[in-house]
């Protein structure tokens, strides 16, 4: 298992890369569910402007 870990005494790099990756991911994720909602409100309150006027 250690060795597989290790991966030829490139692990560091792998995993790290790996690890990149998934925060990335996460980030993305986050920063595209705080436009939606804010799509979402803007969105809303467009429809209550209109209907008011």
């Known amino acids: 298992m250690t060795e597989w870990l290790a991966m030829g005494g490139h692990g560091f790099f792998i995993w790290s890369s790996y690890g990149m990756f998934a925060l990335a991911l996460v980030i993305e994720i ?4 705080r436009s939606r909602r804010s799509a979402i409100e803007q969105a809303r309150a467009m429809r209550t402007d209109s209907q008011a006027s």
């Open 30 to 33: 986050v920063v595209l569910r």
